[in-house]
């Protein structure tokens, strides 16, 4: 049986990970909702032609269309992802999992919760498992030193504890 790249590659969350991304489709509905409102003010705006002549209409259209193309991923997004379950006890790095640990290079104590697939929201303390910085994380055990290279930077992170991510074991 020949397998297809979606299943080679599994696009993971957490169930609230996945509610996220619920939340980002219905925020890019009502955008596209809000620009398509404002179609008529801006057809409005130029000479009596919708298209040649009336930037305002035509950047409208623009928008529209950018609009349209978000929801269209994350519709796609939403079918392909897989949820995974937070374990309860964590023995390693992995996905719905917060790391608390030491940089080496700085010694500052981070918290970091391993998101799912397109999840990352540094402000939030969450990072894709798919960047680089999770991915040199992903399996570390507590106690384990990690080398993270990002933007021509190497150091060395030392992993403290861990534990099943409250806000993703919901």
Not at 3 to 25: D, E, F, H, I, V
Not at 53 to 71: G, P, V
Request: glycine share 8%; proline share 4%; net charge negative.
């Amino acid at each position: 049986m020949k397998s297809s790249p979606s299943n080679m590659n599994p696009k993971l969350t957490t169930a609230a990970g996945q509610r996220r991304l619920l939340q980002r489709l219905a925020a890019a509905h009502a955008n596209y909702d809000t620009i398509v409102a404002t179609n008529p003010e801006a057809a409005e705006a130029g000479d009596n032609c919708v298209w040649h002549d009336n930037f305002a209409y035509e950047e409208n259209q623009r928008r529209m269309h950018a609009a349209a193309r978000t929801i269209h991923d994350l519709r796609t997004l939403v079918s392909q992802v897989q949820v995974v379950p937070v374990p309860r006890r964590v023995e390693r790095v992995g996905l719905g999992v917060r790391v608390r640990l030491e940089r080496g290079d700085t010694g500052a104590i981070e918290t970091w919760t391993i998101a799912g697939i397109e999840d990352g929201e540094l402000d939030a303390g969450r990072v894709s498992y798919t960047a680089p910085f999770a991915r040199a994380l992903l399996g570390a055990e507590a106690g384990e030193t990690r080398v993270i290279v990002s933007e021509n930077k190497r150091y060395e992170v030392t992993v403290l504890s861990l534990e099943g991510a409250p806000e993703e074991l919901q």
